[in-house]
Structures are given as C-alpha cells and as structure tokens.
C-alpha cells in the first residue's frame, strides 16, 4: 500500500499502477513506479522515505540562503580535489530517492549514475547536508526518518543544520550502522560555535556563523 505524506495542501492526481492491486506484488517497486510517473507542480519535489512518497515545498529564503553558503564554500574547499558539491540532484538507493540540500560526491559521476539515468547512486556519495525544514513533518523527516534511511544507505557523514533546535544545532553524524539504521558517532554544537566534518574528502571543512548565521533568538 503506498501512502503520500506532504508538508502543505497539493492537489496532484491520484497514482496507481498495476503493481499496486496485484496480489503479492512488491510494494517497494510498486511506489518506485508511481514516483516515476509523478508530474507536480512547480516549486515542489517528491522523494521516498521509508515506504512513504513525501512531497515537500522548496525551502524558504532562509533555508535557501543557508544551503547555498554551504554549498558555495564547499565548492571552493573542494576546488583542489576529486569531489565536488552538488544540489537539486536524486541520489537513489535500492528504489528509495532523495534529494538533499547538499552533498559531496566524486566530480566524475558519469560511472556513478543510476542505469535508468534518474539520479547518482547513494554508494557514491560521501556527505549529504539537510537544512531541517519548518513543520511538524519537516522537523520529523530531516531529525528522524531521513537520519535512519542515510544511515541504512551507509552514507558516511550526515550532517544536519537545523534552525529549531534551541538556538540553533549542527549535528555531524559518522560511523553508520546500516542494519540498524543509526549512526553511533555524533556530534552537537550551538549556532555561534564552529564544528568540524572528521572524514572523507570534505574532512576538515568547518561550519560555522559564515554558513548559518548568528543563534536565533538568542
């Protein structure tokens, strides 16, 4: 059974395949079908997540501003490597597909791309950056659900920027256990203090007020 979990009012037109009322069918593939086939309106973007088609709107000024510094210093701390910062990309693992706010991959990526050319696949990527979106479901899948299905994929190094946290947190998650789907090393700092990536080709790269801006509120 597929199920679409979104964060505002989208009127899209109902998505079935023939997968979905055939019995003992795959239900993995049969909400793989069904992203394929969606067509949304502009300015917003489908992923899957844990058996669930979630469609979320593109972030707001300040998300955008925080993920395009990221983004910008990453390219230039990049700029002597074989890795480079990418947006606005799938990365697709084993029919799950999401788009993060960021993330570091080898800057070939021909060799890395998806057979059916959707997306980059997750085995490639090194780092992936989410800015938590607002909303009870925004906070629930950047802090929870996409922490669990990155740490499944073996992603590296997850890092989460999250302006509802207090003040203001950036967490930096390493060392995945994908057959649990946890990450057993982390690492929280406050807006206003400078925190360290400890691994892969971003290694030493620091985040700090350059990126997100002062403490919020404080």
């Avoid at 086939?37 to 972030?59: C, D, H, K, N, Q």
């Avoid at 950047?142 to 920027?161: F, H, N, S, T």
Wanted: with cysteine; glycine share 8%; proline share 7%.
């Amino acid at each position: 059974m597929t199920a679409l979990a979104q964060e505002a009012p989208v009127t899209t037109p109902e998505i079935t395949t023939p997968d979905d009322t055939t019995s003992g069918s795959d239900p993995d593939e049969a909400l793989w079908q069904a992203w394929k086939t969606m067509e949304l309106p502009e300015g917003l973007r489908a992923e899957i997540i844990e058996g669930f088609i979630e469609v979320s709107p593109t972030g707001r000024f300040a998300h955008g501003q925080i993920a395009n510094r990221l983004r910008d210093k990453l390219v230039v701390f990049l700029a002597e490597s074989e890795y480079v910062a990418r947006q606005d990309m799938n990365v697709v693992h084993d029919r799950k597909v999401w788009i993060p706010d960021c993330f570091v991959a080898p800057e070939d990526l021909e060799e890395h791309v998806t057979d059916d050319g959707i997306g980059i696949k997750a085995t490639a990527v090194q780092t992936i950056v989410e800015v938590v979106s607002p909303g009870h479901d925004g906070l629930e899948r950047d802090r929870e659900r996409k922490r669990r299905a990155y740490a499944r994929a073996g992603i590296p190094v997850y890092v989460l920027i999250d302006d509802y946290d207090d003040h203001g947190t950036v967490s930096v998650l390493t060392s995945p256990r994908p057959d649990d789907g946890v990450y057993t090393n982390a690492h929280h700092v406050a807006y206003g203090t400078d925190v360290t990536i400890p691994e892969g080709p971003a290694k030493g790269f620091t985040i700090g007020e350059a990126i997100t801006g002062p403490p919020r509120n404080a």
